[in-house]
Structure formats: C-alpha cells, structure tokens
C-alpha cells in the first residue's frame, strides 16, 4: 500500500537552530500539504502545495518557516531559526487530484522537540 | 469561518462495549465535507471516511458507524463493540468548498480497556 514518506521522525535542536524535514507523497498525488500539530490538539495547515506551486501559505509564519516543493514530488520544511514554540509534531499529507475534496492521506509525523 | 467542536475530551471504556464519539460543526457554506481520522499512538493520522454535505446517508463499516445530520450540525461515530486496537485519538475534521483548509477538531482520546 502506498504511504506518505517523512523524515527524520524525531528531531531535538536547540533554540536558534536551524532545522528541516522532508516528506515524499503518495506517487502521482498532485496535492501536498504540512500541517503542525502542537500537543493535545488538532492539526493546523501551514502550508498547501499543488504540484510545485504554493496554494495556500496564510498559516506559515514566514518570518522563519519556508517550504518548496521545487520539482512538484517531494517537499521539504524548514524552521530558520528554531523557538521553544516549535516544538510540536510536523505531519505532511497527500491527496489526488480528484474533484470533491479527496480524503488526505497522512505521514508518520515529525516530533519536534525544541531546547 | 468554519469550526468543529469536539466536546469530549477523553473517554474510556471496558471493551465491548458501544462507544460514540460526538462532532458538532460551523460552516456558512452549503457544500462542505467532513472527515473522521484515528491517530494511534504511533502518529500517524489514519483516514477513516468522508462525508459530503448532500449525503446525509448513515454509514456503517464493520463495527463502526457514522451518523450525519445537518439539522444539528453533527457528525458521530460510533464504534461497535470496541476493543483494545480501537484506543487513539480521533479527529473529526471539515473542509468547505471555497476554502483550502481543513479544519479539525481538538480531538477525542479514546481508551478502550481489557
């Protein structure tokens, strides 16, 4: 069955670091999102990608997160410089391209754990 | 704006037994889509179902069972006879047409006990 790719899968930096993630789609999955998850809460979107283009970044505090997806397959996150806030679960999610707001399908999640 | 409230916060209990997890939502628009997702221990979230708003047709699948009613803005699920497999975190989520985002619930922590 095919999965959603993140690494790494745990992740412990220091304040004013930088850091990154990476996620590879389900193959063929035009749409790809980042979403943070903060402890005992829902996922938020940070970010949504259709093929390589932004979607919708209005979530992404651009004064130190950033994301590309340059060649419209896998992505990368980056936090420059990490905040005690950061630390929280990072989960990437693919969806088709299908009419009617495809079901998104999650990867295993990145814990974040900022010191 | 949209909004999904999910009012309990934890629930246990022994398996076997019935469970049903509540989901009350806030939209504007008239088409909108709702999820359900389990988020075992490990993280990852799992898709459940989808809902859209013209489908007001329950749903069962196995032991679990959905009930939609746009009168009361709600979105249960049910899960028959539970077990142990069942424990996690449940989300309920929704997604308006016109909108990219999907908004989630705070979550239901579900602890199904031997």
């Known amino acids: 069955e095919a999965e959603v790719a993140q690494s790494p899968r745990y992740k412990i930096t220091e304040k004013s670091q930088a850091v990154a993630f990476w996620c590879d789609p389900i193959?063929?999955?035009?749409?790809l999102y980042w979403y943070r998850q903060i402890l005992g809460q829902g996922p938020e979107l940070l970010v949504q990608?259709?093929?390589?283009?932004?979607?919708?970044d209005s979530q992404l505090p651009k004064d130190r997160f950033s994301a590309e997806r340059l060649k419209g397959v896998d992505s990368t996150l980056k936090i420059q410089p990490a905040e005690l806030g950061d630390s929280a679960m990072y989960l990437c999610?693919?969806?088709?391209?299908?009419?009617?707001?495809?079901?998104?399908?999650f990867g295993p999640g990145t814990r974040l754990t900022v010191l | 704006a949209q909004k999904v409230t999910q009012a309990q916060t934890e629930i246990s209990v022994v398996e076997k037994e019935d469970v049903t997890l509540d989901c009350v939502y806030e939209?504007?628009?008239?088409?909108?889509?709702l999820f359900w997702y389990k988020q075992p221990p490990s993280g990852e979230l799992v898709f459940l179902i989808r809902?859209?708003?013209?489908?007001?047709q329950n749903e069962i699948s196995g032991r679990y069972s959905w009930n939609f009613q746009k009168s009361t803005s709600s979105f249960n699920f049910t899960i028959t006879a539970s077990q142990v497999v069942d424990s996690a975190v449940y989300f309920c989520?929704?997604?308006?047409?016109?909108?990219?985002?999907?908004?989630f619930g705070a979550g239901t922590r579900l602890t199904v006990k031997p």
């Open positions: 999610a693919s969806s088709s391209r299908t009419s009617g707001r495809p079901e998104q399908f």
């Open positions: 193959s063929g999955h035009a749409t």
């Open positions: 990608f259709q093929d390589e283009s932004v979607v919708d």
């Open positions: 939209t504007r628009d008239t088409t909108y889509y």
């Open positions: 809902r859209n708003s013209f489908d007001e």
């Open positions: 989520a929704l997604s308006e047409e016109g909108n990219n985002d999907m908004r």
